[in-house]
């Protein structure tokens, strides 16, 4: 018997770095990138239909045809020709306007879930074809793990796993508009070009205080997001290793060898701003999960 619904897991993405290294022939900004995927998740639940429906309960990102989870639906159904529908269900946890790709990673699981309950058999490649037109971190958001990333995120490169750490996250109180962000860099410019050559010799090292000293964000410098420095005062104050900005923001966040620091830090931040999150590294993308059966006991909710 056919499936007749399926549970996705998407994570969310941080920059460990991110350099402006050009101008590429279409206009667009020439990244390099070093992009780490962590889990904190996006969950999407998808199910067999006639129509296509979407649902975002709780919370305030528009429910309509640009909104990134229907341009993936309407995309792989096009891409395979298939004449179905799907009701999507996604329960957000990712920040909105923060740099962490919670739209992509959307529209990922909505890829993967897809491929999954109509047994499509589309290949990676394939499906990060489809979401390059979507949106330049959809291809990301399929592969997850650690990888650098050039061009406009279509170009990606799997690294080995980060090395072993914890991350506080912290959303400051107004996000950022990316294409505002990139106004910004072209009228002011950045003193900040992180060495990713260096950065992903630390992470094939598993060097972790190498991935830190080669962190950095040359949009941090011109994003508009007030709140940047003193979030990253606080989280150098309570023990990061490394703090910047990711993507274009505004999320902020700190990087933390061990559990108990981060904890700490956590603790201290939450004093001050609404959303911190511990998080750590995910080794992959979106992915189809197993839900526990009836009666089951649940997984622990993450922190």
Known sequence: MPKQAVTVLAPAKLNLALDVVGTLPNGYHDLDMVMQAIDLHETLVLRRSRYLDLHMPGSFVPVNNKNTAIKAALAFFDYTGLL???DITIHKRVPVRAGMAGGSAD???VLVGLNDLYDARLSMSELCAIGAGIGADVPFALMGGTCRVRGVGDLLKPLPSCPACWFVVVMPSVGISTPEAFQRYDRMGSPVHPDCNAQEAAVRAGDLAGV?????NALEHCSGATETP???ALLDQNG???SLMTGSGAAVFGV???KAAAE???AA???SYEQVYLARPDHGGARVVRMPRRGAKSPAPQT
Do not use: E, Q, S
Request: aromatic share 4%.
């Open 269 to 271: 931040l939450r004093r």
């Open 212 to 216: 830190c000293a080669a962190a950095g």
């Open 240 to 242: 990061a290793l490394t």
């Open 107 to 109: 529209a990922a699981g």
């Open 84 to 86: 179905a529908g799907v």
């Open 230 to 232: 003193a979030i990253r």
């Open 264 to 266: 700490t830090a956590a």
């Open 256 to 258: 933390f060898a061990d």
